[in-house]
């Protein structure tokens, strides 16, 4: 089912940006037509095990360090030949400097979080967001006291 799906996102983020679009994903499998339903996956459940969560935005790296110190995430591993991340996107092409950003589960086990910049603007209400859970357990005065004070860090 992935397969189709990623297929669907393919073909619609194709006719956005055009078929050779930087910002179009290569992904290998099948493009689906919309009346076609993919086959369901028969091998070892081992194959997938870490998942990434993609979002759209204007400003991609500012959302990821804000969601950095919301979740106590951090950087993923710089790329090999780059002291630091801000080597890194200084040694791209000026338009694709902040066209990204990204953070991840210290521990590796909460999603990679990953922010991408896209040309065209917001036009619906997004149909996925994060919910930071604070008070989890905690009732009455002090689930507000729990709540306020994580409120006032973010």
Known sequence: MQLGLIGVAHRQRSRVLGANS?????????????HEHPKPYTGGMS?????????DYENPRKVAEFWKAALGYV?????PGHESWNIFFDSL??????SWGACQDPDGNGPRLYFQRVPEPKTVKNRIHLDVRVGTGLHGEERLTAIEAEAARL
């Open 22 to 34: 930087p910002h179009v994903c290569r992904l290998p499998g099948p493009v689906l037509h919309d």
């Open 47 to 55: 194959a997938v095990r870490q998942v990434q969560v993609t979002f």
């Open 75 to 79: 950087d993923p591993p710089v790329p």
């Open 93 to 98: 092409p000026e338009a694709d400097q902040e």
